[in-house]
C-alpha cells in the first residue's frame, strides 16, 4: 500500500493536472478557439442588416456615436492599400503599403441617410497636425472622445506612426515596429475640421490600442503585446504581456495594470474551509510566475466610473476601479465565452462587444477580407448590469443579440455602437471594406 505522503503526491499531480487542463487546454480549445460552439444564422435575430459600402469607408476599425449630436464617427484607413499592410496590433508592419494620404476621420448624420445611403458621408480635416514626416498624415487604430460642452469635443486618437529615420524617411517596421503617439484633437460640432492640441508620447504607451477617456486630460490607453516586434511578441497569447497604460495632462505615462499584480486574500482564519491537497496545490501555483494579460484590446470606461476591458484571447472582459494611485484594481471577471474586440457603452450604459465565434476562420477572413468567398462568423454581445438588492451583490448578465454565422453581412467586425433612440446597431470592421447597419425589426 502507498505511504501517505505517495498518495499525497498523486494526488497533487492529478490535481495540477486537472487544474492545467482546466484552465488553460480546455479555455484554449472551447473559448479561443470555439471547438463545439454552436453558431447561429443571421435570420434568427430580430435585426435587418445591410452594408454600407464606400471607398472611404474602408477599414473603419472604430466607431464613436455622438448620441446628442446624432453623429457616427469613424476612423477608416482603407483595406489595400491601408489597414492590410499596416496594423502593429496584427503585426502588419509595411509602412509604405499604408494608403496614400493615410487614415480618414469620417463623419455619418445618422437619422439622414439620404437618397444614396451614405448619411452625408464627410471627412473632418485635421489642423495644425504636421504627422510623421511633414505631411499631415494620421494612421488611426482605436480611439475616444469627450464631450467638454454643447459644443466642443475633443477627440483622443491611437495613432500607428511609422518609424522615421535620420534623412525623414520611412524606416523597416519589420525591425522596430510602430512609433505609435496619442494625438488629441479638438473639434466644433457640425464643423468639417477638427484642431491639434497635443501629442503623448510615452516609452509607457509601446503597442496602443484603444483609449478610455478619463477627464481633465486624462486617460488609460491600451497595449495589446508587450513589446512592438520580436520573440516575446510570440508568447504574449500563451504567457500573456499587454497592459493598460495611465497618462497624465502633463503627457506623463506609467503602467496602471498587467494582469500580474498578486491577488488580495483573506487572512488564512477567515478564508473558507477546503481540502488539504488543495492548499498545498495553491501553494505550489503560487510560486509560479503569474500570467498577464492575452492580447488586451479596445477598453472603455463605463458609466458607472469603472474600466472594462476584453480580451482577445480568453474571452474575458475583466472590471476595473481606479485607485488614487491612478492604478487599477481588478473587481470583476466577466466570462464571455469568446475572444472579444472593443467594448462600447450605449446611452443606457449596457455594454456591446463584437465577439469571434471562428478564431480560424476570422483569421483566414482577415489575411484576404477583399475575397468575396472568404467569409468568417461574427457575434455581438451585450452585457448589462444590475443589482440584486437582497444580496447586495451586482450581477453582469451576458446576452447574444446578434450572429451571422455564414458571415453574409457581419464579418471581421471590430466595434459595436448602440444607438438606444433607435435600436440601430452601427457595426465597423478592422480590415474590410465596409460598415454595417442593423435596424430591429
Not at 76 to 91: D, Y
Amino acid at each position: 500500500m502507498p505511504s501517505a505522503a505517495t498518495q499525497v503526491y498523486y494526488a497533487l499531480v492529478v490535481a495540477w493536472a486537472a487544474s492545467f487542463y482546466q484552465f488553460f487546454v480546455r479555455d484554449l480549445l472551447s473559448t479561443t478557439f470555439g471547438v463545439g460552439r454552436v453558431i447561429q444564422n443571421i435570420e434568427e435575430f430580430p435585426y435587418s442588416c445591410r452594408r454600407i459600402q464606400h471607398p472611404r469607408l474602408e477599414a473603419c476599425e472604430d466607431l464613436w456615436l455622438d448620441n446628442e449630436g446624432r453623429t457616427l464617427y469613424a476612423g477608416c484607413a482603407g483595406t489595400s492599400p491601408g489597414r492590410l499592410e499596416w496594423n502593429q496590433a496584427v503585426k502588419k508592419f509595411n509602412a509604405t503599403g499604408r494608403r496614400p494620404g493615410g487614415s480618414e476621420f469620417i463623419a455619418l448624420d445618422i437619422d439622414d441617410p439620404g437618397a444614396d445611403g451614405l448619411y452625408n458621408l464627410r471627412s473632418i480635416k485635421p489642423l495644425g497636425y504636421a504627422g510623421a514626416t511633414g505631411d499631415s498624415t494620421i494612421d488611426i487604430l482605436g480611439f475616444d472622445a469627450e464631450i467638454l460642452d454643447g459644443d466642443t469635443i475633443n477627440f483622443y486618437f491611437v495613432n500607428q506612426r511609422p518609424p522615421i529615420g535620420p534623412f525623414n524617411n520611412v524606416v523597416d517596421a519589420s525591425v522596430l515596429g510602430a512609433n505609435s503617439t496619442i494625438e488629441v484633437f479638438e473639434m466644433r460640432r457640425g464643423e468639417d475640421t477638427m484642431r491639434h492640441v497635443r501629442t503623448v508620447f510615452s516609452p509607457a504607451v509601446r503597442t496602443p490600442n484603444r483609449i478610455a477617456v478619463l477627464g481633465g486630460g486624462e486617460f488609460l490607453v491600451t497595449n495589446d503585446h508587450s513589446v512592438r516586434t520580436g520573440l516575446r511578441r510570440e508568447l504574449d497569447p500563451i504567457i500573456g504581456g499587454g497592459d493598460v497604460a495611465f497618462c497624465a495632462l502633463n503627457g506623463e505615462c506609467h503602467t496602471a495594470v498587467d494582469g500580474t499584480e498578486p491577488v488580495e486574500q483573506l487572512p488564512k482564519e477567515l478564508r473558507a474551509a477546503q481540502p488539504k491537497y488543495k492548499e498545498y496545490l495553491d501553494s505550489l501555483l503560487s510560486n509560479l510566475p503569474k500570467p498577464g494579460l492575452k492580447f488586451p484590446n479596445g477598453l472603455t470606461r463605463g458609466f458607472d466610473g469603472l474600466i472594462y476591458l476584453p480580451s482577445s484571447v480568453d474571452g474575458r472582459v475583466r472590471v476595473y476601479a481606479p485607485t488614487k494611485a491612478n492604478t487599477l484594481k481588478v473587481i470583476e471577471e466577466i466570462h464571455v465565452g469568446m475572444p472579444l474586440d472593443n467594448i462600447s457603452p450605449d446611452a443606457n450604459g449596457d455594454l456591446y462587444v463584437p465577439g469571434f465565434p471562428d478564431y480560424l476562420q476570422v483569421k483566414k477572413a482577415l489575411d484576404d477580407p477583399l475575397n468575396p468567398d472568404l467569409r468568417a462568423p461574427a457575434s455581438v454581445m451585450r452585457i448589462r448590469k444590475t443589482v440584486d438588492v437582497e444580496k447586495k451583490k451586482v450581477l453582469y448578465h451576458v446576452d447574444k443579440v446578434l450572429e451571422d454565422k455564414e458571415g453574409k453581412v457581419l464579418t471581421g467586425s471590430t466595434t459595436v455602437r448602440h444607438d438606444v433612440k433607435t435600436g440601430r446597431l452601427w457595426i465597423g470592421a478592422a480590415v474590410h471594406p465596409f460598415l454595417v447597419v442593423c435596424e430591429p425589426k
